[in-house]
């Protein structure tokens, strides 16, 4: 975890908002897709869910990216036509795929928490956790 | 400009979607910002506008990254709490800041036809450009 002190309207931003995008690295060229994710106080979580994927879950892009190059880039924003209203949090940091099966579990209850979609059956137990780990987070606009 | 046949269901996502986000390369770690842009059927168009930044133009992090690597990936999509809505296109490809005025002054006339609050002062003349080609069109979901 960064020892950069974050303030709470930051934090909250990560712990609300319902989507993210996320960079990753695919050799020397950036990938990047949007992400459902939570954030526990400290690191920020996704699954790699039931939503339809172009690939199979092994074969997945972010997954074998990240395992390559743990570098990643994970951007929370909204568009508003009100620009004056525009923000974004921009977490930089380590990704990698848990294997504990405890923080496992308890990344899919968080996500749960948060989607009612996945409490439908569109994270099963098991499903393979991405963890981010900020080292820095950046913030702009009306937070 | 890509030899892909792109379907016509997802040119007119990349010329009617209000945002964007743009992945670049800052040495080997991703960054990546919402940016607005415009899609003229070939290439893809985003300038550094007067929003407020985080740095000065000179200095912004996605222009030196650019410089520096011309690799990108620019995601558009819209985030649906109905997930059997979701849809993304992602684009792969090679950015460029342009320095050609000519071009330079289309694209400008481009991003101020789609956004209203470009043509409200937000985007002077002489504006920086940047130009992505594309290299490969992917795209998921409810297109």
Known sequence: MTRQ??????????TEARVAHLATL????????????????????TAIDRKPKKQSVKELQRVRNIRANPQVGLMVDEYDEEWR???????????EIID??????????????????????????????????PDRIAWWGKI
Do not use: T
Not at 26 to 45: E, L, Q, T, W
Not at 85 to 93: A, D, E, Q, T
């Open 5 to 14: 002190r974050v303030p709470a309207a930051v934090k909250r931003k990560l």
């Open 26 to 45: 695919d050799k020397r060229s950036p990938h990047i897709v949007p992400a459902c994710f939570a954030f526990d106080g400290k690191n920020i979580y």
């Open 85 to 95: 209203k525009l923000w974004y949090v921009l977490v930089r940091g380590r990704a």
């Open 100 to 133: 504990g099966p405890e923080e496992q579990q308890r990344a899919i209850s968080l996500l749960r928490c948060k989607y009612s979609q996945y409490r439908m059956g569109l994270l099963p137990d098991g499903a393979q956790v991405i963890r981010i780990i």
